[in-house]
């Protein structure tokens, strides 16, 4: 089954930076389908980014500051967080939607425990 981990949150203030890095593993064949997400205190898990086949896709709160990447081939999916505001402050969460495999596409979704970003005015 696959294993989801995140790192690289922290506390930084407002125009700050920061990196995170989500990791999969656990079948070696697979290529995971992976995706950003965040929750803030009393709000619902929302959307950040991912990077699909052809370009990096992001919410509107993020664009133009954060800069999603992954090498062809790889688990891993780096999230550039850049000028970031109070309002970025959340648990970032890294989600596998499935697996790509021998020309095929394994629905089989899994969270990582999420990382703390916290922005201070």
């Known amino acids: 089954r696959v294993e989801v981990v995140e790192s690289g949150g922290g506390s930084v203030q407002a125009g700050g930076s920061l990196t995170l890095t989500c990791t999969a593993s656990?079948?070696?064949?697979?290529?995971?389908?992976l995706k950003w997400y965040r929750q803030a205190p009393g709000k619902e898990r929302e959307f950040v980014s991912f990077?699909?086949?052809?370009?990096?896709r992001y919410a509107d709160s993020v664009k133009g500051r954060f800069t999603a990447s992954r090498d062809a081939g790889s688990n891993t999916l780096l999230l550039e967080m850049n000028s970031l505001k109070p309002e970025d402050t959340a648990i970032y969460y890294c989600?596998?939607?499935?697996?790509?495999?021998?020309?095929?596409?394994?629905?089989?979704?899994?969270w990582g425990q999420g990382t703390q970003v916290t922005v201070s005015a």
């Open positions: 990077v699909d086949p052809i370009r990096p």
């Open positions: 989600k596998s939607d499935g697996c790509y495999r021998d020309g095929a596409y394994y629905p089989d979704e899994e």
């Open positions: 656990g079948n070696p064949s697979c290529k995971y389908d």
